[in-house]
Nanobody, 119 residues
């Protein structure tokens, strides 16, 4: 099972960025999510989506600003990030195995992509 995250980069506060995560057919029936980890902080739940897209969960800090979606035929998970704040800076990881905000429930993890929000 391979998860490959991309789309990270440097963006100014208030800007937008879209992350993508390609996944293999094996994970197609699994829920998937995004987590992030800032320097010196614990990994934080960002968003998750069930395999059909019918169930979506967001972390409190990103509600109303981030949107998670998936395109199963294209085997891609997305995270649209708007109104970015300095505190959104971190390494963003895509993961497969659940649609709940509990990291240990996810069996597979991508390598992470760095998002840096500047003032």
């Amino acid at each position: 099972v391979q998860l490959q995250a991309s789309g990270g980069g440097l963006v100014q506060a208030g800007g937008s960025l879209t992350l993508a995560c390609t996944f293999s057919e094996f994970t197609l029936s699994n829920g998937m999510g995004w987590f992030r980890q800032a320097p010196g902080k614990e990994r934080e739940f960002v968003a998750a989506i069930s395999w059909s897209g019918a169930i979506i969960n967001y972390g409190d800090s990103v509600k109303g600003r981030f949107t998670i979606s998936r395109d199963n035929p294209k085997e891609t998970l997305f995270l649209q990030m708007n109104s970015l704040k300095l505190e959104d800076t971190g390494v963003y990881y895509c993961a497969a195995g659940s649609y709940q905000p509990i990291a240990r429930w996810y069996r597979f993890w991508g390598q992470g992509t760095l998002v840096t929000v500047s003032s």
